[in-house]
């Protein structure tokens, strides 16, 4: 008997997971839907365009325009030269949004609407030209009050 010291030759045959794969590609890509729903805009907002048909409710609507930003049609703070005007705080959050925010979801939860399926869910409606830092910084104080899923507002075609 020979001891041997060759490599042993092993194939894989990908075929089966490739199936795999592609079927695990369908259902998400079939689980995964844009939504869309008429909101009143603000003067001098302009979304991007998207071509989705699907239906929405929205739960909380934050508007940033080149102004200033609302939640809910309440002014919450002001926006000059594409950057938030005030400080924000040390875990760099925009304070009066967070504020408004965390109360809308004690509300919420006290009138029992806290436990909803989209309970965390924010619909934003940003300019076009809004600064991805402001944006960014949105989301980040969204996400501290408790409101995880965002969707973004844009214009159908």
Do not use: C
């Not at 060759?6 to 939504?35: C, E, K």
């Not at 409710?57 to 000059?80: L, R």
């Not at 009138?111 to 402001?134: I, P």
């Amino acid at each position: 008997m020979s001891g041997g010291g060759g490599t042993a030759s092993v194939a894989l045959n990908l075929t089966a997971l490739m199936d795999i794969l592609s079927n695990l590609l369908f259902f998400l890509l079939a689980a995964y839907t844009a939504q869309s729903v008429e909101v009143d805009g603000k003067a001098g907002l302009k979304l991007p365009a998207s071509s989705s048909q699907l239906a929405l409710t929205p739960q909380v609507t934050i508007t940033v325009t080149k102004t200033a930003i609302d939640v809910s049609g309440v002014p919450v703070a002001n926006v000059a030269e594409g950057a938030i005007v005030g400080d924000l705080d040390a875990n760099g959050r925009i304070g009066p949004l967070f504020e408004r925010l965390k109360n809308v979801r004690v509300s919420r939860e006290a009138a029992g609407r806290g436990d909803l399926g989209e309970s965390d869910l924010v619909l934003l409606l940003a300019d076009k030209e809004t600064d991805a830092r402001t944006i960014s910084t949105v989301l980040r104080t969204a996400g501290y009050a408790g409101f995880y899923n965002v969707r973004f507002g844009v214009v159908s075609r």
